[in-house]
């Protein structure tokens, strides 16, 4: 997160994987740090160390440019979508390991720092908590920071939750590297229910003390009330959810609607497709702004089709885009739907295209060209290496107005959304509909189930046909996953739904499929193709193994999830 301040690095003494800071004879001290007794000391130097756990240390390659990351992989190269049913990476970069059920502890691919950088932010959290009581400022302040400390501390026990399911809980303790021999406590794993019940309670107590708003331009993108809540929300629906069966629907409901009860947030108006490129819209909750000299990566040229130069990137699957629904809210496979197979772009659901670029779509100076033989955005245009391997491009999170040729000094200041309000609708409408059904309103609510995903659907660029009232909680849950499917997609969520529901088996077992469009005259002809080989999805999968270098570490202390 960037709060519009240039952002001052500091590293502190006994952080976790990090050298000791004992004094050894020579009596040095280190120039390229800042010493816990300035951070103690300098109110300053304190508050741009709290803003800076906001972000991590970037731990491998391919993650991030020109600024550390944050909480989620988000704009880096090989993203989240790419590790499921939504997209593959073109060139690999630890992702296909994952598609293919390769992922072990000793190679996890692209998502090989999740453990050692949110363990990390606890300990910095911590550490800041531990003196907050030393610092010199406004009791108000204080409360303030002490809500956002618990409020980072919490999104990085449910990035190890989410990931790996049952946590480590080390409570406010400042670990030291010697803690490594002497407290067994710290290798010892809490049940899921534990984890989620510590998580939403540290969320709790961050909610009671953070604002309702930031109010001025050095607040800018920190947490407030509703991130906090938002993130509870978030939280409590996984605990509900079959994978972690921890939680309830009506406490997940409840939830949601704390969120909602705020009347703040609501549906962004100013377009689907630009609701991405533009900081401090309505709806959003909580999100990572970037400066010019922070930017993360430069998405154009990055997932740019090869005809303009780009690398093609995370290149979107066919198994997504056949789940767009036509503009009659059916399936493409309902034979009344008005689907054609010889125009399959036509009459989608609008967010297909402001997510997707399909061949014939407009994009910057002409139409995509993913066709042969001749297609200038095809494997017989420029830079054939960069073509896509599923023969769509993406979209979304795109800013056409960037060049995507030498776009370095320009680009890459899009946001990054961690929450906004349709997640929370869309919460709200999954656990309401589990624990009352598709129309009942809660005691305590405007809405029932179903007019939450209506307020979803209606969104003015959208327009989706609403859903009738006395539809069924199977098709209610239909339902909402097709909306978290396709208003959510790339902004990893997918990922962790069909974990949470337990159809990873089944979706990520397809196989990853493409198109060949081939045109002859003024016709295009359509063949499905395998996009990527070998895809295979095993029951292990539904939680990530922790890194063999930290069962190591803990002296094999620390318990391995099943089947690595």
Same mark, same amino acid.
């Given at each position: 997160?960037?709060?519009?301040?240039?952002?001052?690095?500091?590293?502190?003494?006994?952080?976790?994987?990090?050298?000791?800071?004992?004094?050894?004879? $020579?009596?040095?001290? @280190?120039?390229?740090?800042?010493?816990?007794?300035?951070?103690?000391?300098?109110?300053?130097?304190?508050?741009a160390y709290v803003l800076n756990r906001y972000i991590g240390p970037r731990?491998?390659?391919?993650?991030?440019?020109?600024?550390?990351?944050?909480?989620?992989?988000?704009?880096?190269?090989?993203?989240?979508?790419?590790?499921?049913?939504?997209?593959?990476?073109?060139?690999?970069?630890?992702?296909?390991?994952?598609?293919?059920?390769?992922?072990? @502890?000793?190679?996890?691919?692209?998502?090989?720092?999740?453990?050692?950088?949110?363990?990390?932010?606890?300990? %910095?959290?911590?550490?800041?908590?531990?003196?907050?009581?030393?610092?010199?400022?406004?009791?108000?302040?204080?409360?303030?920071?002490?809500?956002?400390?618990?409020?980072?501390?919490?999104?990085?026990?449910?990035?190890?939750?989410?990931?790996?399911?049952?946590?480590?809980?080390?409570?406010?303790?400042?670990?030291? $590297?010697?803690?490594?021999?002497?407290?067994?406590?710290?290798? +010892?794993r809490a049940t899921l229910q534990e984890s989620m019940n510590y998580a939403?309670?540290?969320?709790? %107590?961050?909610?009671?003390?953070?604002?309702?708003?930031?109010?001025?331009?050095?607040?800018?993108?920190?947490?407030? &009330?509703?991130?906090?809540?938002?993130? +509870?929300?978030?939280?409590?629906?996984?605990?509900?959810?079959?994978?972690?069966?921890?939680?309830?629907?009506?406490?997940?409901?409840?939830?949601?609607?704390?969120?909602?009860?705020?009347?703040?947030?609501?549906?962004?108006?100013?377009?689907?497709?630009? *609701?991405?490129?533009? #900081?401090?819209?309505?709806?959003?909750?909580? %999100?990572? $702004?970037?400066?010019?000299?922070?930017?993360?990566?430069?998405?154009?040229?990055?997932?740019?089709? #090869?005809?303009?130069?780009?690398?093609?990137?995370?290149?979107?699957?066919?198994?997504?885009?056949?789940?767009?629904? *036509?503009?009659?809210?059916?399936?493409?496979?309902?034979?009344?739907?008005?689907?054609?197979?010889?125009?399959?772009? =036509?009459?989608?659901?609008?967010?297909?295209?402001?997510? !997707?670029?399909?061949?014939?779509?407009?994009?910057?100076?002409?139409?995509?060209? =993913?066709?042969?033989?001749?297609?200038?955005?095809? +494997?017989?245009?420029?830079?054939?290496? #960069?073509?896509?391997?599923?023969?769509?491009?993406?979209?979304?999170? *795109?800013?056409?107005?960037?060049?995507?040729?030498? @776009?370095?000094?320009?680009?890459?200041?899009? @946001?990054?959304?961690?929450?906004?309000?349709?997640?929370?609708?869309?919460?709200?409408? %999954?656990?309401?509909?589990?624990?009352?059904?598709?129309? !009942?309103?809660? =005691?305590?609510?405007?809405?029932?189930?179903?007019?939450?995903?209506?307020?979803?659907?209606?969104?003015?660029?959208? #327009? *989706?046909?609403?859903?009738?009232?006395?539809? /069924?909680? =199977?098709?209610?849950?239909?339902?909402? +996953?097709?909306?978290?499917?396709?208003?959510?997609?790339?902004?990893?969520?997918?990922?962790?739904?069909?974990?949470?529901? &337990?159809?990873?088996?089944?979706?990520?077992?397809?196989?990853?499929?493409?198109?060949? !469009?081939?045109?002859?005259? /003024?016709?295009?002809?359509?063949?499905?193709?395998?996009?990527?080989?070998?895809?295979?999805?095993?029951?292990?999968?539904?939680?990530?193994?922790?890194?063999?270098?930290?069962?190591?570490?803990?002296?094999?202390?620390?318990?391995?999830?099943?089947?690595?």
């Open positions: 997160m960037k709060a519009y301040i240039k952002p001052l690095y500091i590293t502190l003494c006994a952080t976790l994987a990090l050298t000791s800071c004992e004094k050894n004879f $020579l009596e040095v001290e @280190p120039t390229d740090r800042i010493s816990t007794t300035s951070v103690e000391s300098d109110t300053t130097i304190f508050e731990l491998q390659e391919k993650e991030s440019e020109g600024s550390n990351p944050g909480f989620g992989r988000g704009f880096e190269y090989s993203m989240m979508s790419s590790y499921t049913d939504e997209s593959i990476y073109n060139n690999d970069d630890g992702s296909w390991l994952i598609q293919r059920g390769q992922i072990s @502890p000793d190679n996890l691919g692209s998502t090989g720092s999740f453990w050692s950088r949110s363990y990390r932010g606890i300990r %910095e959290c911590n550490y800041a908590l531990s003196v907050l009581s030393k610092i010199t400022m406004s009791a108000g302040h204080k409360k303030m920071i002490e809500g956002e400390l618990k409020f980072i501390r919490a999104y990085r026990y449910h990035d190890i939750i989410r990931n790996y399911g049952r946590a480590v809980l080390i409570g406010d303790k400042v670990t030291q $590297l010697s803690d490594n021999l002497q407290d067994p406590a710290l290798f +010892k939403i309670a540290q969320l709790d %107590e961050a909610a009671a003390a953070l604002p309702a708003n930031n109010t001025g331009t050095w607040q800018l993108g920190r947490a407030t &009330k509703g991130a906090a809540l938002a993130l +509870k929300s978030r939280l409590a629906l996984y605990a509900a959810s079959p994978l972690y069966n921890a939680g309830t629907w009506i406490a997940a409901t409840s939830a949601a609607q704390a969120v909602i009860s705020l009347n703040k947030y609501g549906i962004y108006t100013g377009g689907y497709n630009k *609701m991405f490129l533009v #900081n401090e819209t309505n709806e959003v909750i909580f %999100e990572r $702004l970037f400066t010019t000299n922070a930017r993360h990566v430069c998405l154009e040229i990055a997932n740019g089709p #090869n005809g303009y130069g780009g690398w093609g990137g995370n290149t979107p699957l066919q198994n997504l885009v056949d789940d767009y629904q *036509m503009v009659s809210g059916k399936p493409i496979t309902d034979p009344t739907s008005g689907y054609l197979a010889s125009q399959p772009y =036509a009459n989608r659901d609008p967010r297909f295209g402001y997510t !997707v670029i399909y061949n014939g779509a407009p994009y910057r100076t002409r139409s995509l060209e =993913a066709f042969i033989p001749g297609g200038k955005d095809s +494997k017989d245009g420029d830079s054939n290496w #960069n073509t896509t391997k599923t023969g769509y491009y993406l979209k979304k999170f *795109m800013n056409d107005s960037y060049p995507i040729d030498n @776009p370095w000094d320009v680009a890459g200041m899009q @946001p990054w959304i961690y929450m906004r309000y349709a997640e929370v609708l869309l919460n709200f409408a %999954e656990a309401a509909n589990e624990a009352y059904g598709p129309d !009942v309103i809660p =005691a305590g609510s405007a809405m029932s189930a179903r007019q939450a995903i209506n307020l979803v659907r209606a969104r003015p660029d959208v #327009n *989706m046909p609403a859903l009738a009232a006395g539809i /069924s909680q =199977a098709e209610m849950r239909d339902a909402v +996953k097709y909306e978290r499917r396709v208003e959510l997609a790339f902004e990893e969520h997918r990922y962790y739904d069909v974990r949470r529901w &337990k159809i990873a088996d089944i979706v990520e077992n397809k196989p990853a499929a493409g198109i060949i !469009v081939t045109k002859s005259g /003024s016709n295009f002809t359509y063949a499905a193709k395998s996009a990527l080989d070998g895809k295979l999805f095993t029951a292990k999968q539904y939680w990530l193994p922790i890194p063999r270098a930290e069962i190591l570490a803990s002296g094999n202390k620390l318990e391995q999830n099943a089947d690595y």
